[in-house]
């Protein structure tokens, strides 16, 4: 969504509108480049946010941007509007992810190292760490509805996306054909 700055973004909300809204201004962003992009998403957002508001269409969305800092190389961040408890990350923060690792914005310290744990006992591939891990969340999700936790559902599909320096790519990997749209998650 973002070639411009050799990045690619993922959107999670609970309104159609607002995942239109959100991505039409991360990919209207002016900006020079990727570490310039990463500076501007916040303001950005908060803005978006309190006007959609003001017509009574807000709603909590999470962004998470991965791509190739002009400063660092690859680089990747998130920032989530939930005001969840002290547990999770804070509301309208830059939050660096480390190198292949992308949890949930809602997963709590101790379900990011339950995730951790999966990731290392999986197959030594992109695949089967992105597959663990996901995996995990979907557990994890399912734990926390069964006990009366608001979930950060994870299901139908995994989209893994690679950014290099000369290209992004993406596929699905794996389905979950049990997961129907409109039918409640199941668990794997």
Request: charge should be negative; aromatic fraction near 6%.
């Amino acid at each position: 969504m973002l070639p411009q700055f050799r990045a690619a973004a993922t959107i999670r909300a609970e309104h159609f509108v607002v995942f239109q809204a959100v991505s039409l201004a991360l990919s209207t962003i002016a900006a020079s480049g990727f570490d310039e992009f990463q500076q501007a998403i916040g303001p950005t957002l908060k803005e978006l946010n309190d006007r959609m508001a003001a017509m009574g269409a807000a709603s909590p969305f999470e962004v998470s941007v991965a791509g190739i800092s002009e400063q660092g190389g690859p680089s990747a961040f998130r920032m989530t509007t939930l005001q969840a408890g002290s547990e999770h990350i804070e509301p309208w923060q830059i939050v660096e992810m480390p190198r292949g690792f992308s949890p949930c914005p809602c997963n709590t310290e101790s379900q990011e190292t339950e995730i951790r744990v999966a990731i290392e006992k999986a197959p030594a591939s992109l695949d089967g760490h992105v597959i663990a891990a996901l995996k995990t969340q979907g557990d994890i999700a399912s734990r926390d509805f069964t006990e009366g936790r608001t979930p950060c559902w994870v299901g139908g599909f995994g989209q893994l996306t690679t950014i290099g320096a000369s290209g992004i790519s993406t596929r699905i990997i794996p389905r979950w054909p049990n997961d129907v749209v409109g039918q409640k998650l199941v668990s794997r």
